[in-house]
């Protein structure tokens, strides 16, 4: 198998896009039901998207993501997404992951990225967020990381929130496992702070991120949220902790806020609060 340079930005190739969107579309939208709303807020130019991390290596709702924003907007609002190194090198995704523009998550591939004008999707949670536990399923975990803030502050891009209740659902996270990464050195070894208890299908009982897993049925419900400009850019704003602090709590604010009225929204419906 051909490996991939996942640090180049030219690996995606536009056919392969247009390909899974065609091939994946149909069964995602049967079986996930996605509600969708705000794909009209998606302007042109460079953004970043700021996700809520869902489902491990799974990560059902950004496809359905994607394609809803293929299909308003065409290829310039996918995004490239900014992945985990070890993810991105696994070998049944590496693969797929490269053509459909996933890069090594790094501020110097988004600069790049953000000069020819695309869309970076990143998710600041990371394993916190995607691990979170069944309980902590509405909650959206970015712990201490601002490296999202920074990153567009410095190259003074907007960014637009995509917040998205139920795709945690469709495996049951125990335990988000810290004290288990922690004992075992995973924070340095794998640069992972969380290696959750796991209840999947087929897998069973797991502990450790398993592979990627068949998904409970749960329905998606995802808004994607008008675009944040800050008051300043540039390197200085960067720089400036407190002001770092100050845009991440917009930005973690308006999404939580989201997500809760989506869960909310999502369990009436249901007539369950799974």
């Keep these: 198998m051909a490996l991939h340079d996942i640090d180049c930005i030219d690996n995606r190739d536009e056919a392969t896009v247009a390909r899974a969107i065609e091939a994946l579309e149909r069964p995602l939208f049967r079986y996930f039901r996605p509600v969708i ?3 009209d807020r ?3 130019g460079p953004a970043l998207y700021v996700g809520n991390h869902n489902a491990g290596f799974l990560t059902p709702d950004t496809f359905t993501f994607a394609i809803a924003a293929y299909r308003a907007h065409g290829i310039d609002a996918v995004p490239h997404g900014l992945g985990h190194e070890i993810a991105i090198r696994l ?12 890069v090594r998550a790094s501020h110097d591939n988004a600069r790049r990225l953000f000069a020819r004008g695309h869309k970076v999707l990143v998710y600041p949670g990371s394993d916190l967020d995607s691990f979170r536990s069944f309980r902590d399923r509405n909650r959206v ?6 490296g999202y803030v920074r990153l567009a502050l410095r190259e003074g891009v907007p960014i637009i929130p995509v917040v998205t209740a139920g795709a945690q659902s469709t495996w049951l996270v125990l335990s988000d496992g810290r004290w288990i990464a922690k004992a075992l050195g995973l924070d340095r070894i ?11 299908i087929p897998w069973g009982l797991t502990i450790g991120p398993p592979p990627p897993h068949f998904p409970f049925p749960s329905q998606l419900f995802q808004e994607v949220l008008e675009p944040i400009r800050f008051e300043r850019s540039g390197p200085d704003a960067a720089a400036d902790a407190d002001y770092v602090e100050q845009c ?8 939580q806020s989201t997500l809760t009225r989506l869960a909310a929204e999502r369990a009436k419906g249901l007539g369950w609060t799974w």
């Design 37 to 39: 709303r705000g794909i």
């Design 42 to 44: 998606i302007g042109s």
């Design 248 to 255: 991440h709590i917009q930005v973690h604010g308006v999404m």
């Design 91 to 102: 070998p049944p995704l590496h693969g797929p992951l490269a053509r459909l523009g996933a």
């Design 141 to 146: 975990i970015f712990g201490k990381r601002r």
């Design 190 to 200: 794998l640069r992972t702070k969380a290696w959750p208890v796991v209840i999947s």
